[in-house]
């Protein structure tokens, strides 16, 4: 049974009494299901940058499950993250192909030059770092991506001219 527009603006004001755009029209869209979970939290993720736990309370509460189930989906699942990324989040991919072309040479040069570690964002917020398995372009090897954009055969040289041009923006 498919709800009309009138009905799911007055299931929304009854469960919601915040002010965010994002996450009225997020309430206003889903029904408060359990099923409904792990699609709200990739829409959280895709808006925020990241799954802030004020957010995760609410949606606890719209969705009537415990609090905890929510952190548990969102910690289990690599794509979620709980701390906000950088403008610039780079991933070095630490597999296998990568790995033996020397791809943790390239890492251990951007956590240097970015005085941060693996899951660290920067304190100006421009740069955050993460190690990735596999990227899936082993014929590239070794790979480093900007914010999804992948750098194939990669040197440290490579990487430090990428990080100059972004340090200009």
């Known amino acids: 049974m498919e709800e009309n527009e009138e009905a799911k603006q007055k299931r929304y004001k009854s469960k919601c009494e915040h002010k965010d755009e994002f996450l009225e029209s997020l309430f206003v869209t889903y029904l408060p299901i359990k099923d409904n979970l792990i699609q709200m939290l990739n829409e ?14 609410k949606l606890s509460e719209f969705l009537k499950i415990p609090m905890a189930e929510i952190y548990g989906v969102v910690t289990f699942y690599s794509r979620f993250t709980l701390k906000p990324k950088g403008k610039y989040s780079i ?15 390239i890492m251990d040069r951007l956590k240097e030059r970015l005085k941060i570690e693996e899951g660290e964002t920067t304190n100006d917020g421009k740069f955050s770092i993460e190690a990735q398995r596999c990227v899936g372009a082993c014929g590239l090897a070794p790979v480093f991506t900007v914010n999804g954009k992948v750098y194939g055969k990669a040197t440290v040289k490579m990487l430090d001219e990428v990080l100059d041009e972004l340090e200009k923006e």
């Open 91 to 105: 991933s070095v991919c630490l597999g296998t192909a990568c790995f033996v072309k020397g791809s943790q040479k």
């Open 44 to 57: 959280i993720q895709e808006h925020y940058g990241y799954v802030p736990s004020d957010v995760q309370m």
